[in-house]
């Protein structure tokens, strides 16, 4: 049965860090293509960063410098580091697993961002 599950969400202040973990399960991992989408109610889901099967990462523009998408295709994790968080990082983070037509998608896991 194929599973994606997140963890490692919270709340944190703003300028904190949080890392995001995403555990795979009943599929080729490594043939995979791994994304971290958010999304906040009321809006479309956005692409915040992926990593190809190559290692190849892409970044949102608001989350360069600051985010770090990373994988481990011994363990089949995906990990995103998420440094100097905002306000604006505050969203449900998904976990994305895609080969050609082929996507999967974890449950979710809260980022919440606030003093």
């Known amino acids: 049965q194929l599973k994606l599950v997140e963890s490692g969400g919270g709340l944190v202040q703003p300028g904190g860090s949080l890392r995001l973990s995403c555990a795979a399960s009943?599929?080729?991992?490594?043939?995979?293509?791994m994304s971290w989408y958010r999304q906040v109610p009321g809006k479309q889901r956005e692409l915040v960063a992926s990593?190809?099967?190559?290692?190849?990462?892409n970044y949102t523009d608001s989350v360069k410098g600051r985010f770090t998408i990373s994988r481990d295709n011994a363990k089949n994790t995906v990990v995103l580091q998420m440094n100097s968080l905002r306000p604006e990082d505050t969203a449900s983070y998904f976990c994305?697993?895609?080969?050609?037509?082929?996507?999967?998608w974890g449950q979710g896991t809260q980022v919440t961002v606030s003093s």
């Open positions: 990593i190809a099967t190559g290692g190849r990462t």
């Open positions: 009943g599929f080729t991992f490594s043939r995979y293509a």
């Open positions: 994305n697993a895609q080969l050609y037509e082929l996507r999967y």
